[in-house]
């Protein structure tokens, strides 16, 4: 009997171990750049990467390339003629804090160039960025616009769009930072407006574009092309870097390391798309730690798309360039999947918590998830929270 209750004991043992690598890693972080499944060599550096990879690809013409989507006019909207065109003379950076996060913004594109993480850190230490490297590299950054078939996002994503406001905002109450951008000539204009709240990780989006005098409807907003700056190897069989769209109590995903990509002719990349229709609360662009959730239109009218671009390099290497696309999204949460932060956000995104996942023993997971992190607000060490709930454990099991 003794025996088998030692057995008995280390094989809980052994699960609340498993479960707290997967749930509460203390710097939980997503690598930088996806490995191929499976038979796929071990990542590599950012540094290796760099130094052998080459330039990165033109990710906006690439994607036009495979791009079946087109934005619309929207219905009975009145005649907008521009009569006066708008820009900024440079190019500037524009900071926005609050108590979680710290995020810049380029008025290039009015796009996200970094969103860190006040209390996460990487493998290296350094500040949790949930911006990629990759979005530097290749120039193309989350907000951005990829309209596809119409050529008005080839246009914006470069234009210098005018910021009224001061280049450091502190949130201290609702607060909204707009770009605006106007060409005259063209007839085209566009309005960006993020919407800040303190002690919150949402951001609301208001994007409009005015093309030939036209509202237009189902504008696609890109994300990636990866979730986090992270680089450490030893994470890298952790992650997983995925689209996951919630309607009617499911979640459908798709896995980018899953996805088969096509030889592209007389290129030296290769793609892969698809599209997961419309109909969906919301949808994420997710790791196992932390996740990009965009809101639809309260229509569910919302268009929801992927993009994946494999570029080969050195010694059967490849990297990987993941983006999810969202028409007309609302509203973004941008932070770690945590049961409490999360369910601050359901008021906003239903269901939100749907975003962990737990596995089969899900039932079993969420009660020693609530058992670690009632101990974790005594002992403000999740390591220690573990050791302290393992020995709990032993002692219930014990007689």
């Known amino acids: 009997m003794d025996t088998k209750k030692l057995i008995l004991a280390i094989v809980l043992s052994v699960t609340v171990l498993l479960v707290y690598q997967y749930l509460f890693m203390p710097k939980p972080a997503a690598p930088e750049r996806l490995s191929q499944p499976a038979a ?5 550096t950012a540094e290796t990467t760099e130094s052998k990879g080459g330039a990165a690809p033109d990710i906006a013409s690439i994607m036009d390339q495979s791009a079946p989507e087109a934005a619309v006019v929207q219905p009975g909207q009145p005649l907008l003629a521009v009569s006066e065109s708008l820009a900024a003379a440079a190019e500037q950076a ?24 006040k209390k996460y850190k990487d493998d290296a230490g350094k500040p949790m960025d949930l911006v990629a490297g990759g979005a530097k590299e290749s120039n193309f950054y989350p907000f951005y616009f ?3 078939k119409d050529d008005f996002s080839a246009i914006l994503n470069k234009a210098l769009f ?4 001061t280049p ?3 949130v201290a109450g609702p607060t909204q930072v707009v770009f605006e951008y106007a060409d005259a000539d063209r007839n085209l204009k566009a309005i960006k407006r993020f919407t800040f709240r303190p002690g919150s990780y949402g951001i609301g989006l208001e994007f409009a574009v005015w093309k030939d005098g036209r509202l237009l409807a189902d504008l696609p907003v890109a994300f990636g092309p990866n979730l986090g700056n992270n680089e450490g190897q030893d994470r890298a069989m952790m992650m997983s870097l995925k689209i996951a769209a919630y309607a009617n109590e499911k979640l459908e995903s798709v896995d980018f390391a899953r996805l088969k990509t096509a030889p592209q002719a007389g290129q030296a990349f290769e793609t892969a798309y698809g599209e997961k229709g419309a109909g969906f609360y919301w949808a994420a662009y997710e790791t196992t730690y932390f996740a990009a959730v965009f809101r639809s239109q309260p229509q569910n009218r919302s268009k929801l798309s992927y993009r994946l671009i494999k570029q080969p390099q050195a010694k059967n290497q490849s990297k990987l360039y993941s983006y999810m696309i969202v028409t007309d999204p609302t509203a973004v949460f941008l932070g770690p999947k945590d049961e409490k932060v999360l ?3 359901e008021a906003e995104f239903p269901d939100l918590n749907k975003v962990i996942e737990y ?3 899900g039932s079993i997971a969420k009660i020693m998830l609530k058992g670690i992190t009632y101990i974790h607000g005594f002992i403000p060490n999740y390591g220690w929270a573990l050791i302290v709930f393992t020995l709990l454990l032993k002692l219930v099991l014990f007689p």
């Open 40 to 44: 796929a060599q071990p990542q590599r």
């Open 94 to 117: 524009v900071c926005v804090e609050n108590e979680y996060f710290s995020a810049v913004f380029t008025n290039r594109g009015a796009g996200l160039t970094s969103f860190v993480l």
């Open 146 to 148: 990829y309209s596809g």
């Open 162 to 165: 005018l910021y009224r406001g």
């Open 168 to 170: 450091r905002v502190i």
């Open 343 to 345: 369910a601050a956000m």
């Open 359 to 361: 596995g089969w023993f």
